[in-house]
């Protein structure tokens, strides 16, 4: 018992302690001249759906939740932001190559086909960022457009 203790003890100390190692939470600011759909000029009810359900990972306007506060949940959250910028940042959409956009647009219709993002473990927290099949849709369409036409 007396082990048992000493190890809830320790458990909470260290609970406590990893609390002073916070995670940077302020995002760059945004230039409306590179961010995607500015510059796209993307229809009103896209530009929701891309800012509901996409942008939080990737762009610089990522929305922390309240729990985002609570190490070492709030490591893993910033691992997620940090991967989701690294791999396309909307907020930089004019700083990519043609090359670049064509794969992320190829990506991001392939990904909203098999329902791959918003990523499932984000959709429990968000109910905000769940998609319909009408918008997911929809956005399939608009990138469809995009490739197609290459206006980007």
Known sequence: MKTFK????????SFALIQFIPIDKVNKPVDRTTNF???????????????????DCHSDETVYPKYAS???????????????????????????NPYLKDNIVDGTIQALKNKNMPLPGY?????????????????IAYFEELQKTKKY
């Open 123 to 139: 959709l429990v927290y968000h109910d905000e960022a769940k998609l319909t099949d009408a918008e997911r849709a929809l956005l």
């Open 37 to 55: 759909v500015d510059v796209q000029k993307s229809p009103t009810k896209v530009k929701e759906l891309l800012k509901r359900a996409c942008y």
């Open 70 to 96: 609570i190490a070492p949940i709030s490591w893993s959250i910033k691992n997620h932001v940090n991967e989701g910028r690294r791999r396309f940042n909307l907020s930089t959409w004019t700083t990519y």
């Open 6 to 13: 000493k190890i809830l003890l320790w458990t909470f100390v």
